[in-house]
């Protein structure tokens, strides 16, 4: 699977449901998304997982081929002053369960493919 980031980025705005993460909301669909989309996205594209401290909780992302992603940013109403801080998986799994995890997997290869 290729990675282009901005087909990437539209299959998961199609894909984000409450499924997914508890405070998705029509009106903001990235809400709640950040830990089990970088698990997604790492787990299909590699690279990296980095995190910044906000102080609602810790904001997951990636990092692939040396360049940030965040999918998610647009959760926020500011804009994000990035640390990018090494994260492990196991600190990523911490906010997001396996169903979630399988439900996003699903929901984004269908997309994808559209």
């Not at 980031?5 to 909301?25: F, G, I, M, N, Y």
């Not at 959760?75 to 994000?80: L, N």
């Not at 990035?82 to 399988?102: F, H, I, Q």
Request: charged share 25%; net charge negative.
């Amino acid at each position: 699977m290729s990675f282009d980031p901005d087909e990437v980025q539209s299959a998961l705005r199609k894909a984000w449901s409450l499924a997914t993460a508890s405070q998705w909301t029509a009106s903001n669909p990235a809400a709640g998304q950040c830990n089990v989309t970088s698990l997604l996205i790492h787990e299909l594209f590699g690279g990296e997982l980095l995190r910044t401290p906000l102080p609602a909780g810790d904001h997951f992302y990636n990092r692939i081929g040396g360049r940030r992603y965040d999918f998610t940013a647009s959760q926020f109403d500011q804009p994000i002053a990035y640390r990018d801080l090494p994260a492990s998986r196991a600190d990523v799994e911490l906010g997001a369960t396996s169903d979630e995890l399988a439900e996003l997997r699903e929901a984004f290869q269908e997309r994808r493919t559209k």
